[in-house]
């Protein structure tokens, strides 16, 4: 009773992929800093790559977290003040999390807490068909394989549409399509063109 844990989530929002995650029994700065610099690492992310959109958490806005920021060339991006939903690629991601059956009304310890966490990004990075991004998987999308599933489900909409092209009355059958591009913060228009 009265025990909190913390979940430190990185989330890719093009591809809704979780890239990152740490359940602590508090939340610091180091902590913060320490699964930046390993998801970093492990994605290989290079200097001027990367935007990272946070809440203003005390870990986030910290010194040290911004010091690593600048030390790895990631550009900072910052919810509005007092506005806790300015990430809603989290948002949902979390509305995910809770509203899965699995969900308990507590965890008995930490390690049920980071043993549901560990089945739970499992499941969304690898199995749940994500209606912003197409109807794939995050994974799909986060390790270049959409564009063959896309064609696979092209071929199968093709064959429906031979059989019985009366089922189809408006247009040939297309599967969803992902987005260009994805944003929170988009840049401005003029600097796109540039």
Known sequence: ?????????I???YSRYVVGWRLA????AAI???????????????A?????????????????VAELYADLGVTKS?????TSNDNPFSEAQFKTMKYRPEFPQRFLSFAEGHGFCGDFFAWYNDHHYHSGIALLTPSMVHHGRASDVLDQRQLVLDAAFKRNPE??????????QLQPATYINPP????LIS
């Not at 009773?1 to 989530?9: P, S």
């Not at 913060?32 to 290989?44: M, N, P």
């Not at 401005?188 to 600097?191: A, G, H, K, N, T």
């Open 1 to 9: 009773k009265w025990t909190w844990f913390y979940l430190y989530v």
């Open 11 to 13: 989330l890719d929002i």
């Open 25 to 28: 029994r508090r939340e610091t």
């Open 32 to 46: 913060a800093e320490a699964l930046i610099r390993e998801t970093l690492d492990r994605e290989g992310i290079v």
């Open 48 to 64: 001027g790559q990367l935007a990272i959109h946070a809440d203003r958490g005390s870990p986030q806005t910290s010194k040290t």
């Open 78 to 82: 910052f919810s509005r003040p007092r």
């Open 167 to 176: 089922r189809f009355v408006l247009q040939h059958p297309r599967p969803p």
């Open 188 to 191: 401005e228009y003029d600097s």
